[in-house]
Nanobody
Framework: QVQLVESGGGLVQAGGSLRLSCAASGLTFSNYGMGWFRQAPGKEREFVAAISWSGDNTYYADSVKGRFTISRDNAKNTVYLQMNSLKPEDTAVYYC????????????????WGQGTQVTVSS
């Protein structure tokens, strides 16, 4: 069965950095586009970043562009999200997701989801 397991979340001060990882199993990882989404309390799940199966194409929400970097290692079946210059408004549960077709920004188009990892940025 498909499993996506996120790690790397935690508490960090504003201006700090975190690196999230998402390890995938049970699927042919290199066939899938991968995305990161986040959800803050009382808010809808929102797109953060996505990367094509090859890693050649990356996409970002305007709110994180220039601060976050998505990357993947197909040999390790892992996708990463490097988060720099963190702000309190980045506080949320971060989820990784896998999609077989394309690299959409809409969460409901993704096929598989991880359980999420909490990121808290203090001011």
């Amino acid at each position: 069965q498909v499993q996506l397991v996120e790690s790397g979340g935690g508490l960090v001060q504003a201006g700090g950095s975190l690196r999230l990882s998402c390890a995938a199993s049970g699927l042919t990882f290199s066939n899938y586009g991968m995305g990161w989404f986040r959800q803050a309390p009382g808010k809808e799940r929102e797109f953060v970043a996505a990367i094509s199966w090859s890693g050649d194409n990356t996409y970002y929400a305007d709110s994180v562009k220039g601060r976050f970097t998505i990357s993947r290692d197909n040999a390790k079946n892992t996708v990463y999200l490097q988060m720099n210059s963190l702000k309190p408004e980045d506080t949320a549960v971060y989820y990784c997701a896998a999609v077989l077709a394309g690299v959409p920004r809409l969460y409901y188009e993704y096929d598989y989801w991880g359980q999420g990892t909490q990121v808290t940025v203090s001011s």
